[in-house]
T-cell receptor, first 114, second 115 residues
Framework: GENVEQHPSTLSVQEGDSAVIKCTYS??????FPWYKQELGKRPQLIID?????GEKKDQRIAVTLNKTAKHFSLHITETQPEDSAVYFC?????????????FGKGTKLSVKP | DGGITQSPKYLFRKEGQNVTLSCEQN?????MYWYRQDPGQGLRLIYY???????QKGDIAEGYSVSREKKESFPLTVTSAQKNPTAFYLC??????????????FGPGTRLTVL
């Protein structure tokens, strides 16, 4: 089955710097890749997602890139702010996630220091 | 953050007891999911259901059971057979049935502690 590896497990940056979180997946049939943000004590929330027919997607300070050949995708956060501090999870699935088989990475704890 | 609720927020259980976690959604979503979250382990799928009266095992279903008698409700029972039940449990729902919109909306979670 699908396996998702996420790195790094912890990341500390200065406010205003960029942060990059990387994930690799094993199943070349995976075609949907969401990213979730979980603030301390709160529920995970979708922040951005990308499908396999697109190489890059951007939403203000957040962008995701996908390399299907290498089977990896990355989350890029520019101009980081203290409120970006959270745990970020990547995930992968087939069939656009409709089969309920989102496989999550183990998470990256991002700390943004003011 | 309305739409999907879980209760209780905190739950304590003695070893050997079964306990049921509630999950309700008013988003009219067809699909519902249960995840377990442990420190450093991410989210692992326990069970999911795409329609009423149907559900499928996820990656770590052993020691758990579910039911889906109503579209709005997907309760999870943690049985005494679950060897390490202390964890944070998250319920989620999404639109499904062939649609391309697959965002999963999460509930606030239930923290279960076995004493």
């Amino acid at each position: 089955g699908e396996n998702v590896e996420q790195h790094p497990s912890t990341l500390s940056v200065q406010e205003g710097d960029s942060a990059v979180i990387k994930c690799t997946y094993s199943d070349s049939a995976s075609n949907y890749f969401p990213w979730y943000k979980q603030e301390l004590g709160k529920r995970p929330q979708l922040i951005i997602d990308i499908r396999s027919n697109v190489g890059e997607k951007k939403d203000q300070r957040i962008a995701v890139t996908l390399n299907k050949t290498a089977k990896h995708f990355s989350l890029h956060i520019t101009e980081t702010q203290p409120e970006d501090s959270a745990v970020y999870f990547c995930a992968a699935s087939m069939d656009g996630g409709s089969q309920g088989n989102l496989i999550f990475g183990k998470g990256t704890k991002l700390s943004v220091k003011p | 953050d309305g739409g999907i609720t879980q209760s209780p927020k905190y739950l304590f259980r003695k070893e050997g007891q079964n306990v049921t976690l509630s999950c309700e959604q008013n988003l009219n979503h067809d699909a519902m999911y249960w995840y377990r979250q442990d420190p450093g382990q991410g989210l692992r799928l326990i069970y999911y259901s795409q329609i009423v009266n149907d559900f499928q095992k996820g990656d770590i279903a052993e020691g758990y059971s579910v039911s889906r008698e109503k579209k709005e409700s997907f309760p999870l029972t943690v049985t005494s057979a679950q060897k390490n039940p202390t964890a944070f449990y998250l319920c989620a729902s999404s639109i499904t049935a062939g649609g391309s919109y697959n965002e999963q909306f999460f509930g606030p979670g239930t923290r279960l502690t076995v004493l």
